[in-house]
């Protein structure tokens, strides 16, 4: 099986930083790759990560480290909309991707 | 065209019918995938296609049944469920293997409920 986790929740103040995290025990790896869901949507596909270190995109950037198999998501300047759901997702193969237990992320004011 | 499409949006079916649900892209994508997700999780492997030719079936039962008519068009034909498989059950397309490196695209799902 695939283990994939992440912290349930997380509360953070509208401009401030948050880095959500992400271990994974995996049958093989291929990449990995951060989604964000908001209620009721499909999932949006946010950053990938193939190689070790940091990959950044506007305010959001992701993190890997294959060794430690560990990847965090390091979301800047938080707003309101960034309130959803994260999921880290892993690919083991050419095109099998498991996604980790999400991480519901609430933005206060 | 950068979307994958699928219907219906809703379906309500009781657990003697037979459903079935479309998913459609128009992105040259070969790979083809079937998640279900249900409230508050992460989406579940269900199925997936390559090249038109199922490569992956992650213990689904068999009431759940696959096809991939050609490579745009994905189907999930239901028959026999049973109410803990009412779900949010999403289709995605990828790039094939490792070309995929900007993401996987998922369609808005359809939410199913059976009675």
């Known amino acids: 099986g695939q283990n994939i986790d992440q912290p349930t929740e997380m509360t953070a103040t509208e401009g401030a930083i948050v880095q959500i995290n992400c271990t994974y025990q995996?049958?093989?790896?291929?990449?990995l790759f951060w989604y964000q869901q908001h209620a009721g949507e499909a999932p949006t596909f946010l950053s990938y990560n193939v190689l070790d270190g940091l990959e950044e995109k506007g305010r959001f950037s992701s993190f890997l480290s294959r060794s430690k198999g560990y990847s965090y998501l390091l979301l800047k300047e938080l707003q309101m909309k960034d309130s959803a759901s994260y999921l880290c997702?892993?690919?083991?193969?050419?095109?099998?991707?498991?996604f980790g237990t999400g991480t519901r992320l609430t933005v206060i004011p | 065209d950068t979307e994958v499409t699928q219907t219906p949006k809703h379906l309500v079916m009781g657990m003697t019918n037979k459903k079935s649900l479309k998913c459609e892209q128009h992105m040259g994508h070969r790979a083809m995938y079937w998640y279900k997700q249900k409230a508050k999780k992460p989406p579940e492997l269900m199925f997936v296609?390559?090249?038109?030719?199922?490569?992956i079936n992650e213990s689904v039962p068999s009431r759940f049944s696959p096809e991939c008519p050609n490579s745009s068009l994905l189907n999930l034909h239901l028959h026999a469920l049973q109410p803990e498989d009412s779900a949010l059950y999403l289709c995605?397309?990828?790039?094939?293997?490792?070309?995929?490196?900007?993401?996987?695209?998922f369609g808005s799902g359809t939410r199913l409920t059976v009675v």
């Open positions: 997702a892993v690919r083991t193969g050419a095109n099998n991707l498991f």
């Open positions: 995605a397309s990828s790039q094939e293997g490792t070309e995929a490196n900007y993401g996987y695209t």
């Open positions: 296609y390559s090249y038109e030719k199922l490569s």
């Open positions: 995996t049958s093989g790896f291929n990449g």
